[in-house]
């Protein structure tokens, strides 16, 4: 069976600093996978989503990036957080092909 | 673009009834959609889906309609239970290789 894996779970983080966050997909080859952010109480946006190793697309521009080094694995990085990045990080995965998607645990971050 | 929308924010029941959470869309094109669940401090749960060649599919406790006439869906549950409390979504999909989703409906079960 596949399996998401997020974290940390909850990070707290100075403006200014660095940020990455990390998504891994288990039991499954060439997964297509998507970067969610969620405000509180809202719904999901869709930052960014990858087809394949070093393949991104950017759905929003903003002040975060996205890579995929490795074929399950999604990173979401900024060189220096702001305070409206606070929020709810969400890492989906579906078939290649596919439009079922399938979400991690999440990363809740909060930038004072 | 694409924009969905929920009827109620918050629909509050009691322990035993039955649940219904609507959602309207707005692009014609929309081929398949889905139903997720989110709990507090969890990602969204996969519940059910729907294609637009169907105005019917049933789960487990669960049964989503789909009119496409009026670009509206709905998630039905039966027989609400306590841990059907949670945030529902719904999401369609336009072949842009990715979801829309709706801003959600917050379901509290009354014991």
């Known amino acids: 069976s596949q399996t998401i894996h997020q974290w940390p779970a909850t990070l707290v983080q100075p403006v200014g600093s660095p940020l990455s966050l990390e998504c891994t997909v288990e039991?499954?080859?060439?997964?297509?996978l998507y970067w969610y952010r969620q405000a509180a109480g809202r719904g999901l946006q869709l930052l960014f989503y990858?087809?394949?190793?070093?393949?991104i697309s950017s759905e929003v521009p903003q002040n975060l990036s996205a890579s995929r080094p490795q074929d399950r694995q999604f990173i979401l990085s900024s060189k220096k957080l702001l305070l409206s990045d606070s929020g709810f990080y969400l890492c989906?995965?579906?078939?290649?092909?596919?439009?079922?998607?399938?979400f991690g645990p999440g990363t809740r971050l909060l930038v004072l | 673009g694409e924009s969905v929308g929920l009827h109620l924010p918050t629909l509050s029941v009691q322990e035993g009834d039955n649940s219904i959470i609507n959602c309207a869309y707005s692009?014609?094109?929309?081929?398949?959609f889905i139903w997720y669940k989110q709990e507090s401090g969890k990602g969204p749960q996969f519940i059910i889906d729907i294609r637009s060649n169907m105005d019917k599919r049933q789960g487990q406790r669960v049964t989503v309609l789909l009119n496409k006439t009026v670009k509206h869906l709905s998630l039905q549950i039966a027989a609400t239970q306590p841990g059907d409390s949670a945030v529902y979504f719904c999401?369609?999909?336009?072949?842009?290789?990715?979801?829309?989703f709706g801003s959600g409906t917050r379901l509290q079960v009354q014991p």
């Open positions: 039991g499954t080859s060439n997964p297509n």
């Open positions: 999401a369609l999909y336009t072949g842009r290789r990715a979801l829309t």
């Open positions: 990858s087809v394949g190793i070093g393949q």
């Open positions: 989906a995965w579906s078939w290649t092909g596919g439009e079922t998607q399938y």
């Open positions: 692009n014609s094109a929309s081929d398949y």
